[in-house]
């Protein structure tokens, strides 16, 4: 499985983007699918999750109210909404995709099979 995120960039604070994550198979509508992200000096970090469906969203407390998650299987394909943007939220985004157990907490790494190379999220204040 290939994993490849887009749609980062520059934006001021207050702005927003919608971060995209494309992954390669068949077998995509099965996969838990989460995103990460790492900023400079720390360690990476949970942002949000989706379960294979899409009926099961999570998000970290960070960007809760501020962030949608979704999917398109058809597209093999998931979507991260991110409004308000804060300089807080700079930092390298990354997509992970793994098999959607249950019992999965969806906010662990070791959870994720398949990473991508991130995508570059820079807020200005």
């Known amino acids: 499985v290939q994993v490849v995120e887009s749609g980062g960039g520059l934006v001021q604070a207050g702005g927003s983007l919608r971060l995209s994550c494309a992954a390669s198979g068949r077998a995509f509508s099965r996969y838990a699918v989460g995103w990460f992200r790492q900023a400079p000096g720390k360690e990476r970090e949970f942002v949000s999750g989706?379960?294979?469906?899409?009926?099961?969203?999570y998000y970290a407390d960070s960007v809760k109210g501020r962030s949608t998650i979704s999917r398109d299987n058809a597209k093999n394909r998931v979507y991260l909404q991110m409004s308000t943007l804060k300089p807080e939220d700079t930092a390298v985004y990354y997509c992970a995709v793994g098999e959607d157990y249950s019992g999965n907490h969806h906010f662990r790494e070791l959870e994720y099979d398949y990473w991508g190379q991130g995508t570059q999220v820079t807020v200005s204040s």
């Open positions: 989706i379960s294979w469906s899409g009926g099961s969203t």
